[in-house]
């Protein structure tokens, strides 16, 4: 019995936190669970006071019927497939919705889960918890209910301890420091773990197809790379940081109105809070001051700065700390020229004038440890089942094979 | 470079402010060469951020760092072998940030300090009764701006009495000693701010204790954060002294530990004034532009002191506001100005890290 309630902080917000050690009452890519969050959508998004939490659309609208269709049809296929029952979630502290996410691939692969939310009380989490609540007091979604506890407490190890006792599965995000510090709390030795590590993320653009762009088409393009980045400050982990531009001699000239488009867009919606700002000029400095790299243009005060990559020192993805509106970018002749850039700490990139099929084959090719992701700009916030390189609901259950 | 002596001498030849401004202008900028020359760090951020800075044009002009940094980086500008001590402080993010002090950077904050005091406290040397314990240090030690600030303080000491022992308890019977001593002489009372509203007036006002140092001086400093928290004003603060330790006259400092023994204290209109040695500029918020007075921005503070290390003009994480130049009913010369708090913390977002503090 799970005995971590004698401290004050903590909260179950959701479900039962008894009995952790029975089994699932659901299985993989189960009905009722389908069902249950096609409803959990349409809840939210017939909602009107959803409306002034664009996260919380934006996971109903992931969630939405058609969506989950299409990953039924994908992932029914197999048959011999069933959750490994209980999945204990460590969310991050600064994303609010990220739990919700990883709740719903693990619902699909069938395990029964505690997830620790942000110990910061978020609006857009209690709102979302109060729909998850009434839906599964609903009867019929009885075996869903059992299923989902989530839990909110200051960081304890003693409490993380003592709720691994009971999983089978562990899934942590957040970064090295986060997945390190987990890592040292004991489990029960046949705990399977999926562990986000700390990871940065580039954008390649084509100078050549930029320059074919109208001048309406070029804003379209600075508004989608705008989302991908000043969104969230450049820190979520699929935020690009660097540009690789496909250089074209002649059309050098496009990527100067691609970044003068980006500031002027940012002009018009991005607020950089003063303790940002601050922050921004620390960081510029000590880019100036621990690397070889140039700035290009935009100062502390400015919205927009530019710095010329410098290869030398650190691995790329050790460089890029660069936030708040600070790009680095660097020429290449040919998409080869970038495999002895990457490192394994490279996620997504973004693409704009480039076939992604050219930069899977490149992957492949060079066999090198970076990119699990590549997606057109403005696509780089959007969750998938398939993230950093696993296939979430086929990760988190397993095969039961027969001869 | 001139000596603190002389610039306190010429700065008394100086009449009008412009005058004042420009010269402390001039000195700044021979720091700015010398930290260029000598400090790589802080040449390259010079060169990337300020390209437009040219000597001699205007104390505005002075390039600055965000305070920030230190805690990221060493930034030295004499060989480690010219350190003789270590300044930390500890900033509410968790870093330390780290001050590097030479013998002649040392020696000035001392005589800088000694200057402000002797014109805003007392020009002799009278007893001193600190709100806090004896910390103890090596000579060499790196220390934290606590104990720096009240073993720079201690050098107007006549002698010195500790209020509290090494648990932060405060002495009561002690207290009663030292009132019954110098109940009718001049003293100064010194501590940190959040220490003496916290341990010392609640310690008296739980113990039911009124004291009357008729003649004595209150100075305390290290930041409002905390009492602001509280809903704790000037005012207050003053009248719970003047009610609980019987002190009518009541001094709050400003300064930070990266700028040390450049002070600026309150006058009797409670604001707060430049000295020949430090000065004062209000940015705005948005784009670091230079705000006009009676707006608020976040504070640049400047100094003479820094030559051991490029802090001799600083971007800080306050909020201030110039209320004037001259013209304070104080009849102090000058700029004066007045601290309103700090930054607000910015929210995070992304996914940086986690599980952690947040």
């Known amino acids: 019995m799970f005995t971590g309630t004698s401290n004050a902080n903590f909260e179950i917000l959701v479900g039962d936190h008894t009995a952790l050690a029975e089994c699932p009452q659901i299985s993989y890519f189960d009905s009722k669970v389908i069902k249950f969050l096609k409803e959990l959508s349409s809840a939210i998004l017939s909602d009107e006071l959803s409306r002034s939490h664009g996260d919380v659309v934006a996971f109903a609208y992931w969630i939405r019927s058609s969506n989950l269709d299409s990953a039924v049809q994908k992932y029914t296929i197999e048959s011999n497939r069933t959750g490994y029952g209980m999945c204990m979630h460590i969310a991050p502290s600064n994303v609010p919705l990220n739990f919700a996410y990883s709740l719903v691939c693990s619902l699909l692969a069938g395990n029964r889960n505690i997830v620790r939310v942000p110990s910061r009380i978020f609006p857009q989490v209690d709102f979302l918890l109060d729909r998850v609540r009434k839906i599964l007091a609903i009867k019929e979604f009885h075996a869903v209910a059992h299923a989902v506890c989530i839990v909110r407490y200051e960081r304890n190890d003693q409490v993380t301890r003592e709720l691994l006792k009971f999983s089978d599965l562990k899934i942590v995000w957040g970064g090295d420091k986060t997945v390190n510090q987990i890592r040292s709390i004991p489990t029960p030795a046949h705990c399977k773990e999926v562990v986000f590590s700390d990871r940065k993320s580039a954008s390649i653009i084509d100078e050549k197809s930029l320059a074919g762009l109208s001048e309406i088409e070029l804003f379209n393009l600075a508004e989608k790379f705008y989302t991908d980045t000043y969104l969230f400050d450049q820190n979520a982990c699929s935020s690009p940081r660097i540009i690789f531009w496909i250089s074209s001699p002649e059309n050098s000239f496009s990527k100067e109105r691609f970044w003068s488009a980006l500031a002027t867009v940012a002009e018009s919606k991005y607020v950089l809070e003063p303790r940002n700002l601050l922050l921004k000029f620390t960081e510029l400095s000590k880019i100036i001051v621990t690397s070889d790299m140039k700035k290009i243009m935009g100062g502390p005060g400015e919205l927009l700065s530019r710095f010329k990559y410098s290869a030398k020192g650190e691995p790329l993805s050790h460089q890029l700390t660069n936030r708040f509106g600070t790009f680095f970018e660097h020429d290449l002749a040919n998409l080869d020229e970038l495999a002895p850039i990457l490192d394994s700490g490279i996620q997504t990139v973004t693409y704009f004038g480039v076939q992604p099929r050219r930069i899977v084959e490149f992957v492949i090719r060079h066999r090198i440890k970076a990119i699990d992701r590549i997606v057109p700009v403005g696509k780089a916030l959007d969750f998938d089942l398939i993230w950093d390189g696993y296939d979430l609901p086929r990760t988190l259950s397993r095969v039961v094979t027969f001869t | ?358």
Not at chain 2, 156 to 176: C, G, P, V, W, Y
Not at chain 2, 223 to 241: C, I, M, P
Not at chain 2, 287 to 293: C, I, Y
Not at chain 2, 328 to 354: H, M, N, T, W
């Open chain 2, 1 to 358: 470079m001139m000596t603190i002596e002389e610039i306190s001498s010429k700065s008394q030849t100086l009449i009008t402010t412009g005058e004042k401004i420009t010269f402390l202008a001039s000195l700044l900028d021979d720091l700015t060469q010398l930290h260029q020359e000598n400090c790589v760090p802080y040449r390259k951020i010079v060169e990337s951020f300020f390209c437009e800075y040219q000597p001699m044009s205007s104390i505005e002009q002075v390039p600055f760092i965000p305070i920030g940094l230190f805690k990221q980086i060493e930034l030295k500008s004499v060989p480690s072998s010219s350190i003789v001590r270590a300044l930390k402080s500890s900033g509410t993010s968790g870093n330390t940030s780290s001050v590097f002090l030479d013998k002649v950077t040392a020696i000035n904050q001392i005589k800088v300090l000694t200057e402000i005091f002797q014109q805003s406290v007392s020009s002799k040397k009278i007893p001193m009764i600190v709100a806090d314990f004896e910390h103890t240090s090596n000579p060499g030690d790196s220390i934290n701006a606590r104990v720096a600030a009240f073993k720079g303080f201690s050098i107007f000491a006549s002698e010195t009495h500790f209020l509290m022992d090494q648990n932060s308890k405060i002495l009561i019977n002690l207290l009663r000693e030292i009132q019954e001593k110098y109940e009718n002489s001049e003293v100064f009372f010194f501590g940190f701010t959040f220490v003496i509203w916290n341990d010392l007036l609640d310690k008296l006002e739980e113990e039911g204790i009124r004291l009357k140092f008729p003649k004595a001086i209150l100075i305390h400093g290290g930041g409002w954060k905390k009492l602001t928290d509280l809903a704790v004003s000037n005012e207050e603060f003053k009248d719970r002294v003047k009610d609980r330790l019987g002190v009518n006259k009541v001094l709050n400092y400003y300064g930070m530990a990266e700028q040390t023994g450049s002070l600026y204290f309150e006058c009797e209109e409670s604001y707060l004034h430049t000295t020949p040695f430090g000065y004062i500029i209000i940015r705005d918020f948005k784009d670091l532009s230079v705000s006009e007075n009676g707006e608020v921005g976040i504070v640049q503070l400047l100094s003479v002191i820094p030559r051991s290390y490029p802090g001799h003009s600083i971007l800080t994480e306050d909020i201030g506001m110039v209320i004037g130049d001259g013209g304070c009913k104080c009849q102090k010369p000058g700029r004066y100005f007045k601290i309103l708090g700090r930054l607000p913390e910015a929210e995070i977002r992304g996914c940086s890290d986690v599980y952690g503090n947040i």
